[in-house]
């Protein structure tokens, strides 16, 4: 391929050009064209060439700049780098940073503290959902077979407008609980650093929330005591404290807080503890439900004691702060010198008559053995399967009502004063039925759960299982000698009780003996006789001769509890312990297992929408022998047809015995028909006056004509 190339214009002279420089030739130039391989080549040189005159992309970009800057600063950095030990010092100055260091260490703490607070705030949103307590449900108790028994609305809630609620209640709460509550930003960072650093540092937990904070955490979060659930609450109640008035928040605060007794709200919690409306509360009972948000279980003075205490000086510690704040003056601060009782009881627990005292049992084991805390029980979505059966308890109501109806007829003085308790166990440790009193509304003592009189003779079978357990001692240093139901000992009235030493003396200088009902003597009598004719005389002896001590663990490893026995005396063994009806129930039931004893119980099955939850088994153990709770149970045996000829079938599996005391203060019927043990018992008490029993003056009947056994025996019947 030719190429004609022009010729180079011509120069002008004078123009500076050199003179001597040769023409240009005018001719035509041969140019030789590359192969299209080398064409190729070099289009593809000339977009790498391109390509690399392309930006990096951002992250490349972004770095190289880093490099620079940090070029750049590396001289200055170099100036707060620590160098140790210090040139030019000496001592310990060596070893002490710079100024410029230790500024420059708080500004970088300071910079992204501030940059990691500023990302946390923006990133956190207020949740949508407000927390269960805006669901609260009741929780449902069953029967055995499953059908519904009693539904109660444990929680309770009520919202209250800010304006119904009086400034005396709502500074009552802001002096207890935030009294900067109007000016500070919604968070306490004292008392957040606090709570971190016990959460973190110690193990445990303190309290340093504003009311802002409480709130968030009462409708938003859970109640975990963590470092995260803590931080999370803090963003929330600052961007919540943005965007809500402080009268709104303390407004959902008043109403969404808990008050113990079930409650949530000021305004239940005005109802439950003193029977009004918020609106009518004065600054003196403001200041004690203010003092429930504390810890209801520590402050509510019902309790205890020692809570009665608490709840006074904090009451009284609260009003001093109204004053403090300018919000009680003095003068009425003066006028409130009397702690204001609250009721008993919360009025506005209300599921019916008997069945109360069967959901009391309930709740309270439920929550025991089902590890739930108070406050959560409350808040209620509980499905509680008791073990109460329904016929049984239908058939046992009717029968003490008949009692009290017809002990009114006959003394209506004696009648207003009487108490019935009763209680039928399984042998496995169900709770089947109980009678706990006339109304729960009017009277909340459970006289089926009450451990208030002694069990008198029905004590008596312990002591007989705790001899043929454990064998007797006659004779000072002697060894243990083995006992049968045909061992003979004296059933005279009167006789002292002896010891491997000697009579036992009292402390006034007395031989210590017993009666016999009727002060009968019997002679030299065989402990199962004198079990089935219910003497007392030998079986103090026996006790002596077994050691109280045997007899004591005797009685509490078959049910009785530790806290009802009687003083370790000869008199233990003719029953001053007070087992409650449940519990000698119980006790009985022991017998008719073959001796394994099972801690009652009344609920066999938790669930909590619909998922069940984990709950512990009751306590069991061998209490005796087989062969020994045989024995007692056939000398039982006899006991009743002895005293009840032809009240059952003669190949009924049927026990019972009667149980009096010296002093006329209580009368038992405790049996056994188809392996269901039912206690009865039958006292007088004043509750209005004291816990003292008082002589029953013939109310019980007598020993042919007992109302506890009539009771008794209307409950198991039929009987075979």
Same mark, same amino acid.
């Given at each position: 391929?030719?190429?004609?190339?022009?010729?180079?214009?011509?120069? /002008?002279?004078?123009?500076?050009?050199d003179p001597a420089a040769p023409a240009a030739p005018d001719q035509t130039m041969q140019l030789q064209v590359p192969p299209p391989e080398l064409l190729m080549a070099a289009r593809s040189g000339r977009a790498d060439r391109r390509k690399a005159e392309r930006p990096p992309p951002a992250p490349a970009r972004l770095l190289a700049l880093v490099t620079a800057l940090g070029a750049r600063l590396a001289p200055y950095v170099q100036r707060f780098r620590p160098r140790y030990p210090r040139p030019g010092r000496t001592g310990w100055r060596r070893w002490v940073p710079s100024w410029r260091q230790s500024a420059g260490a708080a500004?970088?703490?300071?910079?992204?503290?501030?940059? !990691?607070?500023?990302?946390?705030?923006?990133?956190?949103?207020?949740?949508? $959902?407000?927390?269960?307590?805006?669901?609260?449900?009741? $929780?449902?108790? !069953?029967?055995?077979?499953?059908?519904?028994?009693?539904?109660?609305?444990?929680?309770?809630?009520?919202?209250? =407008?800010?304006?119904?609620?009086?400034? *005396?209640?709502?500074?009552?709460?802001?002096?207890?609980?935030?009294?900067?509550?109007?000016?500070?930003?919604?968070?306490?960072?004292?008392?957040?650093?606090?709570?971190?650093?016990?959460?973190?540092?110690?193990?445990?937990?303190?309290?340093?929330?504003?009311?802002?904070?409480?709130?968030?955490? $009462? @409708? %938003?979060?859970?109640?975990?005591?963590?470092?995260?659930?803590? !931080?999370?609450?803090?963003?929330?109640?600052?961007?919540?404290?943005?965007?809500?008035?402080?009268?709104?928040?303390?407004?959902?605060?008043?109403?969404?807080?808990?008050?113990?007794?079930?409650?949530?709200?000021?305004?239940?919690?005005?109802?439950?503890?003193?029977?009004?409306?918020?609106?009518?509360?004065?600054?003196?009972?403001?200041?004690?439900?203010?003092?429930?948000?504390?810890?209801?279980?520590?402050?509510?003075?019902?309790?205890?004691?020692?809570? +009665?205490?608490?709840?006074?000086?904090?009451?009284?510690?609260?009003?001093?702060?109204?004053?403090?704040?300018?919000?009680?003056?003095?003068?009425?601060? &003066?006028?409130?010198?009397?702690?204001?009782?609250?009721?008993?009881?919360?009025?506005?627990?209300?599921?019916?008559?008997?069945?109360?005292?069967?959901?009391?049992?309930?709740?309270?084991?439920?929550?025991?053995?089902?590890?739930?805390?108070?406050?959560?029980?409350?808040?209620?979505?509980?499905? @509680?399967?008791?073990?109460?059966?329904?016929?049984?308890?239908?058939?046992?109501?009717? @029968?003490?009502?008949? /009692?009290?109806?017809?002990?009114?007829?006959?003394?209506?003085?004696?009648?207003?004063?009487?108490?019935?308790?009763?209680?039928?166990?399984?042998?496995?440790?169900?709770?089947?039925?109980?009678?706990?009193?006339?109304?729960?509304?009017?009277?909340?003592?459970?006289?089926?759960?009450?451990?208030?009189?002694?069990?008198?003779?029905?004590?008596?079978?312990? @002591?007989?299982?705790?001899?043929?357990?454990?064998?007797?001692?006659?004779?000072?240093?002697?060894?243990?000698?083995?006992?049968?139901?045909?061992?003979?000992?004296?059933?005279?009235?009167?006789?002292?009780?002896?010891?491997?030493?000697?009579?036992?003396?009292?402390?006034?200088?007395?031989?210590?003996?017993?009666?016999? *009902?009727?002060?009968?003597?019997?002679?030299?009598?065989?402990?199962?006789?004198?079990?089935?004719?219910?003497? $007392?005389? =030998?079986?103090?002896?026996?006790?002596?001769?077994?050691?109280?001590?045997?007899?004591?663990?005797?009685?509490?490893?078959?049910?009785?509890?530790?806290?009802?026995?009687?003083?370790?005396? =000869?008199?233990?063994?003719?029953?001053?312990?007070?087992?409650?009806?449940?519990?000698?129930?119980?006790?009985?039931?022991? !017998?008719?297992?073959?001796?394994? +004893?099972?801690?009652?119980?009344?609920?066999?099955?938790?669930?909590?929408n619909g998922t069940t939850m984990r709950l512990d088994k009751p306590g069991s153990g061998r209490a005796m022998d087989a062969r020994v709770a045989a024995e007692v149970g056939q000398a039982l045996a006899d006991s009743f047809r002895t005293a009840h000829p032809g009240a059952a079938p003669a190949g009924a599996a049927v026990s019972g015995k009667a149980g009096t005391t010296g002093d006329d203060k209580a009368a038992w019927y405790v049996g056994t028909a188809r392996t269901v043990s039912t206690a009865v018992v039958v006292y007088r008490m004043d509750l209005a006056k004291s816990l003292e029993p008082l002589p029953l003056e013939?109310? &019980?009947?007598?020993?042919?004509?007992?109302?506890? %056994?009539?009771?008794?025996?209307?409950?198991?019947? =039929?009987?075979?």
């Amino acid at each position: 391929m030719q190429l004609k190339v022009p010729p180079p214009p011509k120069r /002008a002279q004078g123009s500076g050009d050199d003179p001597a420089a040769p023409a240009a030739p005018d001719q035509t130039m041969q140019l030789q064209v590359p192969p299209p391989e080398l064409l190729m080549a070099a289009r593809s040189g000339r977009a790498d060439r391109r390509k690399a005159e392309r930006p990096p992309p951002a992250p490349a970009r972004l770095l190289a700049l880093v490099t620079a800057l940090g070029a750049r600063l590396a001289p200055y950095v170099q100036r707060f780098r620590p160098r140790y030990p210090r040139p030019g010092r000496t001592g310990w100055r060596r070893w002490v940073p710079s100024w410029r260091q230790s500024a420059g260490a708080a500004l970088a703490v300071f910079g992204v503290s501030g940059l !990691f607070l500023t990302v946390a705030y923006a990133a956190t949103d207020i949740p949508a $959902n407000l927390n269960t307590y805006a669901t609260q449900q009741d $929780n449902v108790y !069953f029967w055995s077979d499953g059908t519904p028994m009693a539904r109660t609305g444990w929680v309770q809630r009520q919202a209250m =407008p800010l304006k119904d609620i009086p400034e *005396d209640v709502r500074w009552a709460v802001l002096a207890a609980e935030n009294e900067s509550f109007y000016s500070d930003p919604g968070v306490s960072f004292k008392g957040l650093t606090r709570a971190v650093w016990r959460t973190v540092g110690k193990g445990d937990t303190q309290g340093g929330s504003t009311i802002t904070q409480q709130y968030v955490k $009462n @409708v %938003y979060l859970n109640q975990n005591q963590t470092v995260s659930r803590k !931080f999370t609450e803090a963003m929330i109640a600052l961007k919540l404290d943005n965007r809500m008035s402080k009268d709104k928040i303390l407004e959902g605060y008043l109403n969404t807080s808990w008050f113990g007794r079930g409650t949530y709200g000021i305004q239940r919690a005005a109802q439950a503890y003193y029977g009004k409306d918020v609106s009518e509360l004065n600054a003196s009972q403001a200041a004690f439900l203010a003092s429930l948000l504390k810890g209801a279980g520590l402050y509510d003075p019902t309790l205890s004691a020692a809570n +009665h205490a608490r709840a006074v000086e904090r009451w009284n510690w609260i009003l001093d702060r109204m004053v403090k704040a300018g919000k009680l003056s003095a003068k009425e601060r &003066a006028t409130y010198r009397t702690f204001p009782e609250p009721l008993k009881r919360n009025p506005l627990y209300d599921t019916g008559q008997q069945s109360d005292y069967l959901v009391e049992l309930a709740s309270q084991y439920a929550q025991k053995a089902g590890h739930i805390a108070a406050k959560d029980f409350d808040l209620g979505g509980y499905q @509680v399967y008791t073990t109460f059966d329904r016929k049984r308890e239908a058939a046992l109501d009717k @029968v003490v009502e008949k /009692a009290r109806k017809d002990a009114r007829q006959d003394d209506p003085k004696k009648a207003s004063t009487a108490h019935y308790g009763a209680a039928s166990v399984a042998p496995d440790g169900r709770i089947l039925a109980v009678y706990g009193g006339p109304d729960h509304r009017k009277q909340g003592y459970n006289e089926s759960n009450a451990t208030t009189v002694p069990a008198g003779s029905a004590f008596l079978p312990f @002591v007989y299982a705790a001899g043929l357990e454990h064998g007797v001692v006659k004779e000072r240093g002697g060894a243990r000698e083995q006992i049968t139901a045909q061992s003979v000992y004296d059933g005279d009235d009167d006789i002292p009780v002896s010891t491997p030493e000697g009579p036992y003396w009292d402390r006034s200088g007395k031989k210590v003996s017993t009666h016999n *009902d009727g002060e009968k003597s019997w002679g030299k009598i065989t402990l199962r006789e004198a079990l089935a004719r219910s003497v $007392n005389t =030998p079986f103090m002896q026996l006790g002596m001769d077994t050691g109280l001590d045997k007899v004591k663990q005797t009685a509490q490893a078959s049910g009785l509890l530790a806290s009802s026995m009687g003083p370790q005396v =000869p008199s233990l063994s003719t029953g001053t312990s007070t087992p409650s009806a449940i519990r000698m129930a119980s006790g009985y039931a022991t !017998f008719a297992a073959q001796g394994q +004893h099972t801690e009652p119980f009344s609920v066999r099955r938790i669930t909590r929408n619909g998922t069940t939850m984990r709950l512990d088994k009751p306590g069991s153990g061998r209490a005796m022998d087989a062969r020994v709770a045989a024995e007692v149970g056939q000398a039982l045996a006899d006991s009743f047809r002895t005293a009840h000829p032809g009240a059952a079938p003669a190949g009924a599996a049927v026990s019972g015995k009667a149980g009096t005391t010296g002093d006329d203060k209580a009368a038992w019927y405790v049996g056994t028909a188809r392996t269901v043990s039912t206690a009865v018992v039958v006292y007088r008490m004043d509750l209005a006056k004291s816990l003292e029993p008082l002589p029953l003056e013939g109310l &019980a009947g007598t020993g042919q004509d007992s109302v506890a %056994y009539d009771i008794w025996t209307g409950a198991m019947s =039929p009987l075979g």
